[in-house]
């Protein structure tokens, strides 16, 4: 009797540890997925990010041009009013 009960204590501590074996299995399986998922989530954040970052420098770059040509049109007014006055002066130098 007594070689029975040390055989199913044997069983017994046998099926413990494999039952322990698959816990901590599934345990890392399920920190490996969540890695996973959280790495994808990272990714597409970076994604966003990266095109956040490219729809702000071409409205930069365009804010950039019109400001060029702003500076460009005000000089051609500028250019415009001084020679307008250079003729002003010529025609009434008292002025």
Known sequence: ????????IAVVVILLLVLLALSASRKRDRARRQG????????A????????AD????EAQRFAREAEQRAQAA??????????AAR????DPDR
């Open 1 to 8: 009797m007594s070689t029975a009960l040390i055989v199913v």
């Open 36 to 43: 996973r998922v959280e790495a994808r989530a990272r990714g």
């Open 45 to 52: 954040e970076a994604e966003r990010r990266h095109d956040r």
């Open 55 to 58: 729809e702000l420098e071409a």
């Open 75 to 84: 000089e051609a007014e500028r250019s415009a009013a001084e020679s307008h």
């Open 88 to 91: 002003a002066r010529e025609v």
